[in-house]
């Protein structure tokens, strides 16, 4: 009995040192914890550098022309004086059009093209301007524009949205209203959906065109990769004046290409009569095109440059440009998947 008592408590013993031993911490190479927190520690920063928005000094940007006449060098003489072309606006508007891309949106485009959704209703707080049109305080003219209510509002619009403005959609745009996040424009706002045309959430601007007011440049820049950019042309160009009561300055902004005419025929001012045409023209916000030369005929052939290119504004809101890079444009920049922005 002895005997067997002792067996037992042997076996007992032993039972329970291979389970304590079984539940002992495994001990971790330290080498090997070293890697792992680093790995970690890479991973976190990638995380965080995914996230950082995009800044100009982030923008790579570099001349790879697609189109190569009447090309104008970074910095040119003009007169007495010199022009260029402001690249590090540039880069900074690049890197805006990275960031709002980074976050998957419904994009829209405000449209009322002559006033085809309808005149907008008057703005709590409007002005006649010098061409005798209702403007909001902002400057935006009714004419064209769609009415932007604070969200819940229904009385009167706050301020108008230029045609062509771009904006995220964040309501259906099946409701007789519709909530949009502005890209072209500050803030969100409501308006009713027949102002507004939805292009989806699977569109990308990938090419933009840059309009210099000031310098009477027009620059075209096409996205290769992360905030990789190439430039596809630098050219002269010619903007819109301010005379009222009929020429326009060339609005400052985010527009889309909205529309394509491979002959868009204009008035001669104050009638009804055609005066000529201006080929290859490429529609971004209310009647402003960039196009080429205009004629004085509308059986006239195309007339490929003028020596008013690049010199001072004197256009109807639109932005002239040699024949042939206009062509180059109207080919290049596709409707409703890529941008003009007008800077000063």
């Given at each position: ?209 840059f309009v210099d007011v000031t310098n009477q440049n027009i620059l075209t820049t096409e996205r290769t990769g992360d905030c990789q950019w190439v430039i596809r042309s630098m050219n ?109």
């Amino acid at each position: 009995m002895r005997v067997y008592f002792t067996l037992s408590l042997l076996f007992i013993c032993a039972a329970t040192w291979s389970c304590n031993r079984g539940h002992q911490p495994q001990r971790i190479d330290p080498v090997e914890q070293r890697r792992a927190d680093s790995l970690e520690m890479v991973r976190k920063a990638e995380e965080e550098e995914r996230k950082r928005p995009r800044t100009a000094d982030d923008i790579k940007l570099s001349k790879e022309l697609t189109y190569d006449k009447h090309t104008l060098e970074e910095t040119y003489p003009y007169k007495d004086t010199t022009r260029h072309f402001q690249l590090d606006k540039i880069r900074e508007k690049l890197a805006f059009v990275e960031n709002f891309q980074r976050t998957p949106a419904s994009y829209a485009v405000l449209q009322n093209r002559k006033n085809k959704n309808r005149e907008a209703p008057l703005v709590k707080n409007y002005h006649r301007n010098e061409y005798k049109l209702i403007s909001d305080s902002l400057g935006t003219e009714r004419y064209q524009a769609a009415p932007l209510y604070v969200v819940g509002e229904t009385e009167a619009p706050t301020i108008y949205g230029r045609d062509g403005a771009l904006a995220k959609l964040l309501t259906s745009d099946t409701l007789d209203r519709v909530k949009l996040e502005g890209v072209s424009f500050e803030g969100t706002w409501e308006t009713p959906s027949r102002y507004v045309k939805t292009i989806g959430d699977s569109v990308t601007f990938h090419r933009v065109a840059f309009v210099d007011v000031t310098n009477q440049n027009i620059l075209t820049t096409e996205r290769t990769g992360d905030c990789q950019w190439v430039i596809r042309s630098m050219n002269p160009a010619t903007s819109g004046v301010h005379k009222p009561p009929y020429a326009h300055e060339t609005p400052l902004g985010i527009f889309v290409v909205q529309e394509k005419k491979a002959k868009m025929f204009y008035l001669k001012d104050g009638t009804n009569t055609i005066h000529g045409y201006a080929p290859y023209a490429s529609r971004f916000t209310n009647g402003a095109y960039i196009h080429g030369v205009p004629t004085q005929s509308v059986n006239a052939p195309i007339i490929e440059h003028s020596w008013s290119l690049g010199t001072t504004p004197r256009s109807h809101m639109c932005v002239r440009n040699a024949s042939s890079h206009a062509k180059f444009v109207y080919d290049w920049a596709e409707t409703f998947n890529a941008l003009v922005i007008v800077i000063e």
